[in-house]
């Protein structure tokens, strides 16, 4: 139906849906991350939000359980938009070091937007993590 939200497949008010996991499988983290393998490298960016560290932690699951895996780094940019970016930062090194991955946190040190700021934070991202890969 157009304008509704779709219900979500994995869980509902009365519980878990039949046949469904909330949590991946093997099988199921080798299809999301096994096109990987063949990278030089993996950088991982990870903002310290929900989604961002919820996929660091099951790369980590998949990552960890491959021998042939190519080494992973993980970049936090500090934009330096709110005054909780630093200490955002900082958390996510502190969960990368846990799981044994290398990481960087870049600084954005570019005019910083009056408007629209998430847009500008995520457009500046490639080019940090370029940078922070180069270093």
């Known amino acids: 139906m157009i304008g509704r939200r779709p219900r979500n497949p994995v869980a509902s008010a009365d519980g878990p849906t039949p046949g469904f996991s909330s949590a991946p499988t093997d099988d199921e983290l ?3 991350f096994d096109g990987l393998l063949a990278a030089r490298g993996i950088a991982l960016a990870v903002s310290g939000g929900a989604d961002s560290t919820a996929l660091l932690f099951l790369f980590h699951r998949w990552h960890a359980a491959r021998e042939a895996a190519p080494p992973a780094y993980v970049f936090t940019v500090d934009h330096g938009l709110r005054a909780e970016a630093a200490r955002e930062a900082a958390a996510v090194g502190r969960i990368a070091e846990r799981l044994g991955l290398p990481h960087r946190t870049l600084l954005w040190d570019g005019d910083k937007p ?3 700021l998430q847009a500008e934070a995520r457009g500046a991202l490639p080019a940090a993590q370029r ?4 270093a």
């Open 30 to 32: 080798a299809r999301l």
């Open 114 to 116: 009056v408007a629209n």
């Open 131 to 134: 940078g922070g890969l180069d």
